[in-house]
């Protein structure tokens, strides 16, 4: 089977992705409660959320980082990642039942890494919503293989 | 109304230890139908992080009030396998009063079954002030 995925070599500065928008739904929310075992009120009690500058519940923080980890792998061929080294990251806006979110994101640094097959790739990433408003915005390293 | 720890009552320093929790092949699952995540055979790195916010609602302690989560520095360290039991430790770094308000940042590490450390870095929350007692 060929190998389609993007080596640390062929990744270049500069490069540019946009993905495809996912709407965020109640049962996404219900879902990474359950999993994630994040039951707090700002996801889970409408009736609280109501009275709150919110005014309904707001989907996870990290729901939508792990959305966008997904959208990332359908905004552009897939790179050869070893793993995630680190991330720094803002919420900058709740995302509720019923937005739709994409990924843009810029690769913004490459470097080597002490063990010789792989290299440290920067991402810049930006989820927007339907409104094109910032959400979450932040950087990601990704630990990508070299070419063997 | 449930008894939180509001921002007043936030100490820095405080250490708390969660409960913990053993990873399987359906945490995973789970995690690659919501996300749509390509899976890669192991534990994707975003999940155990997931998981870490949960733990931490589990701890005796009333739960902070947050408001909003603001930020987040974080760093993977070591690779979680299914079958692995985490838990994680927090220690509250600093505090920030706002008007309304304050910042509280949370450094939490995920620890598994070993004591090694797999998963490391800072969240900032907004939390609530305590309400004022209402004037008769």
């Keep these: ?148 | 109304m449930t008894a939180a720890t509001y921002f007043e009552d936030v100490v820095v320093d405080k250490v708390q230890l969660t409960p913990a929790i053993t990873v399987t092949a359906a945490h995973v699952e789970m995690y690659e139908g919501l996300t749509r995540e390509m899976g890669s055979g192991g534990i994707p790195d975003v999940l155990p992080l997931c998981m870490a916010i949960g733990l931490g609602w589990r701890v005796k302690a009333p739960p902070m009030a947050v408001q909003a989560f603001v930020g987040l520095d974080w760093k993977i360290m070591k690779e979680l396998r299914v079958g692995d039991t985490m838990h994680t430790r927090s220690r509250i770094v600093s505090k920030r009063p706002l008007r309304d308000g304050g910042l509280v940042v949370d450094e939490r590490t995920i620890l598994d079954q070993h004591g090694e450390v797999v998963q490391q870095g800072k969240f900032t929350f907004l939390v609530a002030k305590r309400q004022k007692e209402a004037s008769a």
């Excluded at chain 1, 080596?7 to 359950?34: H, K, N, Q, W």
């Excluded at chain 1, 997904?70 to 720094?88: K, W």
């Design chain 1, 1 to 148: 089977m060929a190998d389609l995925r993007r080596y640390f070599d062929e990744i270049e500065l500069g490069e540019e992705y946009e993905s495809p928008g996912r709407t965020v739904t109640e049962a996404d929310i219900v879902m990474f409660a359950g999993l994630s075992g994040d039951y707090n009120v700002l996801h889970t009690d409408a009736e609280f959320m109501k009275q709150t500058i919110f005014g309904e519940r707001i989907a996870h923080g990290l729901l939508c980082l792990a959305i966008q980890s997904g959208l990332f792998t359908r905004a552009t061929a897939p790179y050869a990642t070893l793993g995630f080294g680190g991330l720094r990251w803002k919420f900058k806006a709740p995302v509720k039942i019923g937005d739709t979110i994409r990924l843009r994101a810029k690769v913004v640094d490459k470097k080597d890494l002490d063990k010789p097959d792989r290299g440290q790739i920067t991402l810049d990433r930006t989820i927007l919503n339907q409104r094109d408003e910032v959400v979450q915005q932040g950087q990601t390293d990704l630990v990508v293989q070299k070419r063997p």
